[in-house]
Nanobody
Framework: QVQLVESGGGLVQAGGSLRLSCAAS????????MGWFRQAPGKEREFVMA????????YYADSVKGRFTLSRDNAKNTLYLQMNSLKPEDTAVYYC???????????????????WGQGTQVTVSS
């Protein structure tokens, strides 16, 4: 099983940037499609972005199109989420996870992913 630890969250002003990292240990990180989800207070966890095991396909939610980019370094067992032009509505706890079931392409829900990390808080002030 893969263990995941997110980092890089923080407080930023609207229009600013943050880079989240997700460090993996355990079974072969490079074999899995990896994803980021986020959960704002009082809302359900929602899909943000995902990347296939070799990075040849990247999927994203419309809400982050053109602002967030996703990459992975399989040699370092690390997933990166670069978030630019942040908006107050991006405020949430961000989680990385491993795709474990379901379709090979979106739509996905949190049930299609597992090995959740503890999350990292992103707060965007207006």
């Amino acid at each position: 099983q893969v263990q995941l630890v997110e980092s890089g969250g923080g407080l930023v002003q609207a229009g600013g940037s943050l880079r989240l990292s997700c460090a993996a240990s355990g079974r072969a990180f490079s074999s899995y499609t990896m994803g980021w989800f986020r959960q704002a207070p009082g809302k359900e966890r929602e899909f943000v972005m995902a990347i296939t095991w070799n990075g040849d396909r990247i999927y994203y939610a419309d809400s982050v199109k053109g602002r967030f980019t996703l990459s992975r370094d399989n040699a370092k067992n690390t997933l990166y989420l670069q978030m630019n032009s942040l908006k107050p509505e991006d405020t949430a706890v961000y989680y990385c996870a491993v795709r474990i079931r379901g379709r090979n392409e979106p739509p996905w829900t949190g049930r299609d992913f597992g090995s959740w990390g503890q999350g990292t808080q992103v707060t965007v002030s207006s």
